[in-house]
């Protein structure tokens, strides 16, 4: 699908309008890392053109992705604090926010700088007031449940002794906490 005047591996006017167009609808819907623009514009761009070559596809991509940079949309710093902000005030541990980040294309050092921020004993409150474990449960304790408790923790990625500390909190003590880490 290229005229004359374009060489088989440069995209033409029509597709770069098309990358340009993409990237904008994308970037106005959500943040995307460098990374998901990147892989979402080549996606589409397969399925849109016919014949479309590698060389194509990834001129298209790059240019969705320097566009989304141009008009500042871009900005995978931005992406990792906003998700680690909003991971924490989830429940979501430091370790369970850095993988996703890092499974979305984040670079690790601007990952790890983002996740520092996080309180992981704040965000295990979080999960238990969620799940209503710990100091929010309704039912009695026992071995079975504590058990279970704990693994859920284990499972969320936060350390046996946050979970254990929680498990052992009274109900205000836990929402004095929570209280106090709503500031973020």
């Keep these: 699908m290229h005229d004359d005047t374009t060489p088989p591996d440069t995209p033409s006017p029509r597709m770069l309008s098309w990358a340009r167009n993409s990237a904008i609808y994308r970037l106005g819907r959500s943040m995307h890392t460098e990374k998901q623009l990147y892989d979402a514009v080549a996606r589409k ?27 500042n949309a871009l900005d995978d710093r931005a992406y990792a604090e906003t998700s680690s902000r909003s991971g924490m005030r989830s429940g979501k541990s430091r370790r369970a926010v850095s ?41 009695a304790l026992d071995d079975k449940r504590k058990a279970k408790e704990l693994s859920a923790f284990a499972r969320a990625g936060f350390g046996f002794d946050i979970g254990k500390t929680i498990l052992s909190m009274p109900i205000e003590d836990a929402e004095e906490a929570l209280d106090a880490g709503r500031l973020f």
């Design 99 to 139: 993988q996703k980040l890092s499974q979305k294309g984040v670079a690790k050092d601007t990952a790890a700088e983002a996740v520092a921020a996080i309180d992981d004993f704040y965000a295990a409150l979080v999960l238990a007031r969620k799940r209503a474990f710990g100091p929010f449960r309704k039912v």
């Design 45 to 71: 761009a397969r399925e849109k053109f016919e014949d479309i070559t590698d060389a194509q596809v990834k001129a298209l991509a790059d240019s969705a992705v320097t566009f989304g940079y141009d008009i």
